[in-house]
């Protein structure tokens, strides 16, 4: 089992920048694949982006590719989300995951895939 614990949300304008961190407990942290998930109010809960087990492959759905980018260190057990160039439709609560049944390259893309989740950070960006 894991236990994440996410940090660095907060207010920022249009256009600006904030990396979100996620620090995982628990044993075998690189036996998880990990990603970060988005739920705005009234929307359902979307992927970001996710990163493989070995760190080697991630992605990312068009709406946030070639802006967020997604890393992993096994050392320290983080997993961490810099946002670059945000937008107000970026608004939403960002969640860390973890997923025990990805094999070493996969990169699980729904929330069913899934199975142990972080509280949430608020990331608000300002138009």
């Known amino acids: 089992q894991v236990q994440l614990v996410e940090s660095g949300g907060g207010l920022v304008q249009t256009g600006g920048s904030l990396r979100l961190s996620c620090a995982a407990s628990?044993?075998?942290?690189?036996?998880?694949?990990m990603a970060w998930f988005r739920q705005a109010p009234g929307k359902e809960r979307e992927i970001v982006a996710a990163?493989?087990?070995?760190?080697?492959?991630?992605y990312y759905p068009d709406s946030v590719k070639d802006r967020f980018t997604i890393s992993r260190d096994s050392a320290k057990n983080t997993v961490s989300l810099q946002m670059n160039n945000l937008k107000p439709e970026d608004t939403a609560v960002y969640y860390c995951?973890?997923?025990?049944?990805?094999?070493?390259?996969?990169?699980?893309?729904?929330?069913?895939?899934?199975?142990?989740w972080g509280q949430g950070t608020q990331v608000t960006v300002s138009s």
């Open positions: 995951a973890a997923s025990p049944r990805a094999s070493r390259n996969q990169t699980p893309r729904t929330t069913s895939d899934y199975d142990y």
């Open positions: 628990g044993r075998s942290f690189s036996s998880y694949a």
């Open positions: 990163v493989s087990r070995g760190g080697g492959w991630s």
